[in-house]
């Protein structure tokens, strides 16, 4: 569903604390999607982020069919996403 995204607060590490822009992992590698994110929050909150995609499954369907699964997918990839940005992180 485009247009539905969810942003998790990462604790900051040392590294991350100096840096201008706040970071936005989109759970895809999509441009589009990527490009939309970033242009949504920077219209939302007057600033410039960092936005980053990563590789995540959504565990559902190609096409999925349905709000309530297109939800699913959505929530699945945000959660992965959030996972894989730990991973990458802590070594």
Request: aromatic residues 10%; charged residues 20%; hydrophobic residues 35%.
């Amino acid at each position: 569903m485009p247009g539905l995204f969810y942003v998790y607060e990462f604790s900051k590490r040392v590294n991350f604390q100096d840096a201008e822009k706040q970071l936005i992992i989109v759970g895809s590698k999509n441009p589009v999607k990527i490009s939309c994110t970033e242009s949504a929050f920077s219209e939302a909150f007057s600033k410039s982020f960092l936005v980053n995609g990563v590789n995540t499954s959504s565990g559902v369907s190609d096409q999925p069919v349905g709000s309530e699964e297109t939800l699913k997918g959505a929530k699945n990839r945000a959660t992965n996403a959030k996972k894989h940005f730990l991973k990458q992180i802590s070594g």
